[in-house]
């Protein structure tokens, strides 16, 4: 009975061994099976588009394949991921899956290879191509292109007009049009449209895009063949899986357009050698001259404005204008600005250069003649554009007015002598000799001292007109350096220039005001202030040149200016009187 009872306990637990051993193999077959690929058709027609799905029910098995295995014989058009949750029984399932959009390059048996995804691998898939149905004799394109330019010749860095049209007869579910690539060229585009089009009797929608193409070296531009890839919503398409989400995105459609090519000529040998190669269909220069309230004056800049304009030429492509020297005014270039805009067809460039002039002489100031030489591309000529000279009259600086003259002293007319009038008839009781002669007495000393009275007042007069004027011009001169000294302690360049500028005017009698100053120091070989104030220039007039080249320090300036103030008064060569300078320096 226990040999029984044991045999019966030895043959459940053989059962129980078996039953592992057969959960274990079933457990591995389904985890080899855990990733899956297939395709959604088996064969194809070149031109049609076949989708590969990779999936899962491992949440944390990845799903990316090695797509470099596809490119020999397949274009990966789209790529998605997806997931999906379900329930059987109260227990929760998830599926993962990547989908790949892909394209047949040839016809043939075409495989896709098995995946290996981590310990996992998928099977290879097969799928036959065949050739797309030749279209029947007279049936207009789907899809197709127009590549048209303005002309097959041109200059190096003119403008050439491209065109790039795509028709389509039905609508698009999706495409990808590119912009052309053409090599040694700089490439704009200018706009794109939509609009209705008739070819050969068959009404299609087009997409217009307009390019500026500007050759950067002569010889031929060759523009290649641009590809168009993308889809169509036929009304009798029919095809997609039952099973792939991207079923019904309509039929997949290429279209290729012809090469174009075009002759880029040189600049013409008549163009001038020495200057920048100007090509355009249209140049436009305007010149527009700018002084200060009241007119020009010495030390004050004078701003010339010029402007460029030309249609058919990137902003980029303006040469730089030079300016001829002059002898009677500095000249200061700012930095120019430009811009490019689009007008249609053509690209617009316009550049703008200022120039400040400073006058160091009254009088007039001729501001020379400009020649600019460019390509009429349309006309096929040499043409210039002129900007004439002009003729600015200066006037002194402001404070170099002259000095109006004191006022002559009123001369004192010496009075005759008072005769006495012959007496008339005189009374019985006239006024006896004695008494005539005291009154005379008294009369003449009376005069006599109104006459010391007029003369101390008219003395004391001049002195008080003296004291007060020399006490009102030093006043002044002690205004001037206080406003230099606090815009120098600032750091203000302007407000010193103006303060300085009315002092050494004033006070020193140099009429050119700073840059009579700068000429003063440099005859008196003080080259560190001459310097200092052609810097103070600079900062005025040429601010963008002076910002990486020349810096201004207000203070150094200020300690600069008042030490060479007191050595030329110290020495006499100051061309001014000493009893003009300011009895102290502010420090």
Known sequence: MRANRLQHYQSIRAASVIALVLWLVLFSITAQAAVDARIDRSSVRLGETITLV??????????????????????????RNESMVSYTNGVQSATIRTLYVLEPKHTGKLSIPGFKLGKLSTRPI?????????????????????????????????????????????????????????EHASLVKLGETSMN??????????????????PERSGELIVPEISFLGRVNEPSNKRGSLFTPMRNRGRRVR???????????????????????????QLVVNSQIKTAKGGARVGEPITRVIEMKAVGLLDTMFPEISWPAMD?????????????RNS????????????????????????????????????????????????????????????PAEPEPVAVQELSPVKPSQPASMPVDALTSQQKSWWQILAITGFTLWLLTLLLWWFNRGKSVQIVATSSLRQDQENSLLEFKNACNKNQPVAAATALRQFVIRELDI???????????????????????????????????GKGTVSWDGKAFYRQFTSWLKATANTGKSKTNSNTLPPFYPE
């Open 54 to 79: 990779v999936e899962t029910d491992d949440a944390s098995q990845p799903l990316d394949i090695d797509t470099s295995l596809l490119t020999a014989d397949f274009h990966l058009l789209d790529t």
């Open 126 to 182: 097969e799928i036959a191509v065949e050739d797309a149905p030749a279209a029947a004799a007279g049936e207009p394109p789907v899809v197709f292109m127009e590549v048209e330019s303005n002309t097959d010749r041109i200059y190096v860095h003119s403008q050439l007009a491209l065109t790039v049209r795509l028709y389509y007869r039905y609508s698009l579910t999706e495409g990808s049009l590119p912009d052309p690539r053409v």
């Open 197 to 214: 089009a008739t070819r050969n009797g068959v009404g299609y929608r087009a997409l217009e895009r307009v390019y500026a193409v500007f």
């Open 255 to 281: 279209t290729v357009s012809d090469v174009l090519k075009i002759t880029v000529d040189p600049r013409p040998a008549q163009y001038p050698a020495a200057t920048d190669w100007l090509p355009a269909r």
């Open 328 to 340: 009677n005014a500095r000249v200061y270039p700012d930095a120019p600005e430009s811009v490019s």
């Open 344 to 403: 249609g067809q053509w690209v617009t460039g316009r550049k703008v250069h200022s120039f400040a002039i400073v006058p160091e002489n009254t009088g007039e100031l001729l501001l020379p003649e400009i020649s600019i030489p460019w390509w009429d591309t349309v006309a096929d000529k040499l043409k210039y554009a002129v900007i004439p000279a002009e003729l600015v009259d200066v006037l002194p600086a402001l404070g170099d007015s002259a000095i």
């Open 511 to 545: 009429a050119d005001g700073l840059s009579g100053l700068e000429k003063h120091c440099r005859l008196e070989e003080f080259d560190q202030l001459a310097a200092s104030v052609e810097a103070l220039n600079k900062q005025l007039y040429a601010p963008e040149q």
